[in-house]
């Protein structure tokens, strides 16, 4: 490629990026992620999708600058520093995935009263100066409960695997898991593990649990991350393989085919799709650049059905998640739509 083609082609891709909104005047400003935790699938692929659809971003000239920040743990306090530092490192916008919903609202209205955007999304945050991108993670949870009452309408014995303690997404999706038997007494949750939305922790959370739980435990509500660890826990226990809840892990995904074929078994698979962070870095490139934001946007989460399953599995990478990307166009539709 010569230098004169290459710079056409970035020419065209910051047109690409950029269709359907005014051209950006926002090549000057630096965007950071923060983020609070690395330590499954869910978030490799969200910091895969925000590499994917930001270096291009940057190559192109929309924005100066698109890093991203990871902390070592999932720390209140390790994050707060984070932000305090990417204000002093003169960081226009952070895009936020937050250790939690309110202990981190001190540090964020400080960056706000320093003049930076901040926007937070999957784990979201209360401070009013914020904007925030989120499924609705509790009316996730209650779906999985309206599922079972369609399959298993006598309902039965259910164990419970969460996510992360302490964070929004484990609480509104259990509030709503919860909600769901409440409104359907034929099911009882006995048991409950959190399994960090990580295959291998929840594998050994449930390992642990099932000697205490009863033997007819019909179904398995999860999170993500988590389906495939409890299905291997229930298969060393010798138990009978119960409906379990997917979290769009290709994992899950391969393992739910293998059942289907074999022996016709049937679920769903639902999750917030990791290329949420990239709706988030466009939220904040337009808010940026001048436009009119609501401080509250929805998202889809994505859900894949029996119909769909071998097709989602064919576009999952090995390892990786069920996934979307979103460009600017997509993120102006979903501030379009917040407006309405």
């Known amino acids: ?15 690409t990026l950029l269709a359907g909104s005014a051209l950006a005047d926002t090549a000057d400003k630096k965007i950071a992620l923060s983020n609070n935790y690395a330590g499954n699938s869910w978030r490799q692929a969200m910091l895969r999708s925000w590499d994917k659809v930001t270096k291009p971003a940057v190559q192109a000239g929309i924005v100066a600058a698109a890093d991203p920040f990871t ?31 309110d202990a981190l609202n001190g540090a964020v209205k400080e960056a706000c009263d320093a003049g930076v955007i901040v926007v937070s999304f999957d784990g979201i945050v209360t401070e009013p100066c914020a904007w925030r991108i989120a499924v609705d993670f509790k009316t996730m949870g209650k779906d999985e409960i309206t599922y079972l009452k369609d399959k298993l ?50 594998q050994a959370a449930v390992a642990g649990i099932l000697p205490s739980l009863p033997d007819d435990i019909v179904a398995v509500v999860t999170q993500g991350g988590d389906g495939y660890g409890a299905a291997q826990a229930f298969k060393a226990a010798g138990r009978k393989m119960p409906i379990i809840v997917m979290g769009n ?23 917030i799709a990791p290329g949420v962070s990239t709706l988030a870095f466009w939220v904040a490139q337009q808010i940026l650049d001048g436009k009119e934001v609501p401080k ?28 979307v990307e979103y460009t600017a166009e997509d993120a102006q539709k979903v501030v379009d739509a917040a407006k309405k």
């Open 1 to 15: 490629m010569t230098r004169f083609t290459g710079m056409l082609s970035l020419a065209a891709l910051a047109a």
């Open 71 to 101: 902390t070592a743990e999932n720390q209140v306090t390790e994050q707060a520093a984070q932000i305090q530092n990417l204000v002093l490192q003169g960081y226009n916008a952070i895009v936020l995935n937050a250790a939690s919903p």
């Open 153 to 202: 309408p006598n309902g039965g014995n259910v164990l419970e695997i969460r996510g992360l303690a302490g964070v929004f997404v484990d609480d509104e999706i259990s509030k709503g898991i919860h909600e769901g038997a409440t409104e359907n007494p034929q099911f009882k949750i006995v048991g409950s593990v959190h399994g960090d939305w990580d295959q291998a922790k929840a």
């Open 249 to 271: 892990r290709q994992d899950e995904l391969a393992w739910w085919k293998e059942q289907k074929d074999a022996n016709g078994y049937e679920t769903y698979s639902a999750s």
């Open 296 to 323: 509250d946007l929805v998202v889809p989460f994505l859900r894949i059905d029996q119909a769909g399953l071998e097709k989602a599995l064919e576009t999952t990478e090995k390892g990786g998640v069920a996934n």
